[in-house]
């Protein structure tokens, strides 16, 4: 695998579900990403974490709770989705902060909530 | 207010013909880097260039080309001689030195090249 990888690619879950999204990068990077991209919207981050820990929660609810147990694995725990999540969630990583380094960005998964 | 305005929801153009990707910015930071990422079909972001801002020079890299303007905080994209492969989404961002953690995106500008 190279770049940065997202599993799963699609995700359908009730409101009452628990579910993880999963984000590995093999770059050896320092510093990984959440954005959200909904329909219409600018990609909003919402969380940074370097070198495993968070330093940005940009006001997002706390049915999103990320966790980075090293520095090339993020995930991002979901539980008591309302529909309006439903969106595309990219991870990123970069070699290090700030934000104005170039960031790699993987696929995506495609989150639905019923 | 939106930090980063790309008016152009969507464009179509013919192949071969050269289209320009507007951006515009809003910051009172002196020191900050404006981005321009590509988004084809297949999800991922994909890096195309920084600028920062104490460097107006304007960029040329194959058929790509972008225009800094400082005076009207804009840093539009510019595609010679399009290809059915540019159709993508091309998004324009911002990040300011001094709010080094944050990252502003525009909401992209659909672009499709009809063969």
């Known amino acids: 695998e190279t770049g940065v990888t997202q599993t799963p690619r699609h995700l359908v879950m009730g409101m009452t579900n628990k579910k993880s999204l999963k984000c590995e990068q093999h770059l050896g990077h320092n510093a990984m990403y959440w954005y959200k991209q909904s329909a219409k919207k600018p990609l909003e981050l919402m969380f940074v974490?370097?070198?495993?820990?968070?330093?940005e929660n940009n006001s997002v609810p706390s049915r999103f709770s990320p966790e980075c147990p090293n520095s090339s694995h993020l995930f991002l725990h979901l539980h008591t989705l309302q529909p309006e999540d439903s969106a595309l969630y990219l991870c990123?990583?970069?070699?290090?902060?700030?934000?104005?380094?170039?960031?790699?960005f993987g696929p995506g998964t495609r989150l639905t909530v019923l | 207010a939106q930090k980063v305005t790309q008016a152009q929801t969507e464009i179509s153009v013919v192949e071969k013909e050269d289209v320009t990707l507007d951006c515009v910015y809003e910051t009172r930071d002196t020191t900050y880097y404006l981005f321009w990422y590509k988004q084809p079909p297949s999800g991922e972001l994909v890096f195309l260039i920084r600028r920062n801002s104490f460097d107006e020079q304007n960029e040329i890299s194959g058929r790509y080309s972008w225009n800094f303007q400082k005076s009207t905080s804009s840093f539009n994209f510019t595609i010679t001689a399009s290809q059915v492969v540019d159709s993508a989404v091309y998004f324009c961002a911002l990040s300011e030195a001094n709010t080094g953690n944050q990252f502003y995106f525009g909401t992209g500008t659909s672009l499709t090249v009809i063969p």
């Open positions: 990123a990583s970069s070699q290090a902060l700030p934000l104005y380094n170039e960031q790699f």
């Open positions: 974490y370097s070198l495993e820990e968070r330093v």
